[in-house]
């Protein structure tokens, strides 16, 4: 949907709709540092709603280390967050707005402010809402969230649905972002609980193999890079080239046994940028490896990108289901 031609629909239905409003305040933040990009304007002076404020702010300062989409709950309100790249979306919901329906406004919010601005321009703000001509957006997507009902948007929330069911998302409570904060701050609160949310799986026999052979790839490509490097020294520049494609698959190697053991934001695309830097190098590398072992190289590189994305978080389940 083109926001920028939507129109705004006024009458005495949408009054309505607009004081039972399931979407109450949304904003753009940075993802690596939490600087607020754009928000909207609206401001409700319910006391619940005002003590959330502070709390998605801290949380967006953290939103870099919770998975791609996440709900922190509260008593009348809750805050979920979605986020990609180095672009997160984040909203303060009523309680009765259905966790789909949330996701599906940040979603669409998320394309839509990724579409208007590159990431070179996130990039290199330096002040709060560097991008608030992006309200007039918000403010719409709100509008049309809040009034539309929700079986015009049905495709859409079918498919969040099923996203929800596959890949539940992280779920913390709003005491939890206080709890952390203070941590961050240098402060030992009188009461800590566990926190097994960021606990990984545990790993599977496949997941040391992949580990074992990845280590083993890595180890050859050093000493490969290390050798050549020691018998090149006085040779053509024709040479860095094949040294570099050791030395970066050792490299890939590494970072691949790190995201398999811990968790880190946008595995995905890192999976893929590692996976590709091992098949070119390999590639490169031809007239000095053999077939089967660029093979070898490649099939390793392949089976710990599956152990990585298939290897999920052990997230702490609420009460309620999302």
């Not at 709603?49 to 709390?55: A, M, N, S, W």
């Not at 941590?183 to 074992?212: D, Q, T």
């Not at 050093?222 to 040779?235: F, M, P």
Request: proline fraction near 4%.
């Amino acid at each position: 949907m083109d926001w920028t031609n939507f129109s705004e629909r006024q009458g005495s239905s949408c009054l309505l709709l607009r004081t039972m409003s399931m979407i109450l305040f949304a904003c753009v933040v940075r993802l690596r540092d939490g600087l607020p990009l754009s928000a909207s304007t609206d401001f409700y002076h319910s006391q619940d709603f005002l003590e959330c404020r502070p709390r998605l702010k801290k949380l967006a300062s953290r939103l870099a280390q919770y998975p791609g989409r996440g709900s922190a709950g509260g008593r009348d309100f809750s805050i979920h967050f979605s986020s990609s790249g180095d672009v997160g979306c984040m909203a303060i919901c009523s309680c009765q707005c259905p966790a789909a329906m949330a996701f599906c406004f940040l979603e669409t919010l998320w394309w839509e402010f990724t579409a208007s601005y590159d990431a070179t321009r996130v990039g290199l703000a330096s002040r709060p809402y560097a991008f608030l001509e992006f309200d007039s957006i918000i403010q719409k997507m709100k509008w049309h969230f809040n009034c539309v009902s929700s079986s015009q948007m049905q495709r859409s929330l079918e498919k969040i649905q099923e996203e929800l069911k596959l890949q539940p998302p992280l779920v913390l409570t709003l005491e939890d972002t206080d709890v952390a904060n203070g941590m961050l701050n240098g402060h030992m609160p009188m009461h800590l609980e566990p926190a097994p949310n960021f606990r990984m799986e545990p790993v599977s026999a496949l997941g040391i193999l992949s580990l074992i052979l990845n280590i083993m790839c890595a180890a050859l490509n050093l000493i490969r890079g290390v050798h050549l490097a020691e018998h090149s020294l006085q040779v053509a520049h024709e040479e860095i080239g094949n040294i570099l494609a050791f030395l970066i698959p050792f490299v890939a190697c590494v970072f691949q046994c790190y995201l398999y053991l811990f968790y880190s934001p946008a595995r995905t695309v890192k999976v893929v940028l590692l996976l590709l830097c091992i098949c070119l190098g390999n590639t490169y590398l031809h007239g000095l490896r053999n077939l089967w072992q660029i093979l070898f190289h490649v099939g390793v590189a392949f089976l710990s990108s599956h152990q990585i994305l298939t290897r999920q978080l052990q997230e702490k389940q609420s009460d309620c289901g999302v």
